[in-house]
């Protein structure tokens, strides 16, 4: 296979390169499977989900012939660093999870196998926006979906209800909301903006159309500061200026007391917030509701991603057919959704899991909406599409120290934005990628 320049995304020239390309360098059609009929064929799995070891015991049970094991690994930027030296050395294992922003860093990197042929008829048990962050140049597929985190609005039932507040089905109402709370009850706020975590705020501007990453050919573009990106700027930048809404970080003591106190009214997260409200607001069980994320267009439905990974097979595997089948099997079969729910807790992006097993009840923390997971695999399907790019991390962390700097000084957000833009591009150019002016 000729050498993938890091200069683009290897699934990006997909279309040109076609399965004739990738399959010189021991794609799954290329007989490298022949040990699978042959004899027991033993894969490795690095995985961080927890419980993942008991959710592959079922498959060894059933498919003695294919033997996977897990290895435990660390999550995020270390892991990707982890397996790209481990495919330069030609020594990473069969499969990986990886989550859904670090493959084009993983495929640039020549790290990931297209597995394309081996997962055909799959794609419809995923919602299309789950689905799209998997595959590049509309071809070629570089991992399965495993789990997702759909962004939803949630809020204090009780207290909403105390100070005559309605749901927000649009963002100019949830605005107007905020204004409202601090009228009310000036000690209050109806949430907070949070510049620790770039994953909420991706998954905003995803809602809102962004398309940070874009590629043609060899040539990437860097649109973060495009206009639908601005436009969330702009909106929270503004309710930050004017003290409409806190501007504290998450997942501190103090904004943990703000929710089990009632100081914070609502809060903008996905799908796996009941876990994270159980532990810093133990106070108020029962007391939350869950609607779907306000709207930039009153009547529309989409939403963004916050969280979610996938299961990719890599480019060493010596046997990619049978990593597929597992790959295929751990995502779409209903026994190992039901245990990846049950023994891993994750929301699974197979549609048809999102309200069967474990997850056909509401979670206990909403006891008081039975109606949650229903309502929450209606909002999953609306996830708008991602645009991903090889230096997510670079960008990721330029937006913790600007927006950080600009939330703390109430200054608005336009100039952190650009700052981000700017940091993007250029860590780009200095890996060697063509990006377009």
Known sequence: MPHITRRSLAAATAVLLG???LSACGSSDSG????????PVSLTYWAWAP?????????????????????KQASGDDLVTKIITAAKAHKAPDLVQAEYQALPTLVSNDALADIAPDVAGVKDKFAPGIWQQTTFGGEAVYALPQDSGPLMFFYREDLFKQYGLSVPTTWEEFAATA??????APGKALTTFSANDSGLFAGLAQQAGAKWWTF???TWKVGIDDAATKKVTDFWGGLVAEGAIDNQPMYTPAWNKALNTGEQLAWVSAVWAPGTLTTAAPDTKGKWAMAPLPQWTAGGTATGSWGGSSTAVTTDSKHKTAAAQFATWLNTDPVALAALV???GIYPAATAAQTSGALAKAPDYFANQPDFYTRAAEIAKTTA???????????YTAFKDEFGKAAKAKSGFGTALSAVQSTTVADLEKQGFEVAK
Not at 32 to 39: E, L, Q
Not at 51 to 71: C, F, R, S, Y
Not at 179 to 184: F, L, Y
Not at 385 to 395: E, I, Q
């Open 342 to 344: 049950k023994e891993s």
């Open 385 to 395: 599409p991602a645009a991903w790019g090889p230096n997510v991390n670079v960008a």
């Open 19 to 21: 399965a004739t390309a």
């Open 32 to 39: 490298d499977d022949a040990g699978a009929g042959s004899g």
């Open 216 to 218: 043609e050919g060899d």
């Open 179 to 184: 204004r409202d709370v601090r009228k009310k």
């Open 51 to 71: 419980g993942m070891d008991k959710v592959v015991a079922l498959w060894n049970a059933e498919h003695p012939d294919i033997k996977v094991t897990v290895q």
